[in-house]
């Protein structure tokens, strides 16, 4: 999932870089999305497909703010910890 996510990652660098208007996007999270998400992948503390995951959010891989969609496939798992470190790089990376 790590090297994924750096491809990705990467992969959308590149495409900021030629797209910028990408980073403006606004896009509204969806509960429908994160509650599809959470009953595919149960919470990785509790194992429950419904309800609060302590010490986890759901995270966008692609980030919203840098034109990542708002889908299943687009969201993971992510500790509370390694969000708050995302979360830095991506103001840094993607304006809003």
Known sequence: MVILNRI???ALTCCLALAPSLASARQQRSL???????????CPATGRATGACPGYIKDHIVPLACGG???VANLQWQTTAAAKAKDRWETKGCRR
């Open 8 to 10: 990705v990652l990467a």
């Open 69 to 71: 969609p708002d889908l």
């Open 32 to 42: 429908e999305v994160k509650h599809e998400f959470q009953r595919q992948h149960p």
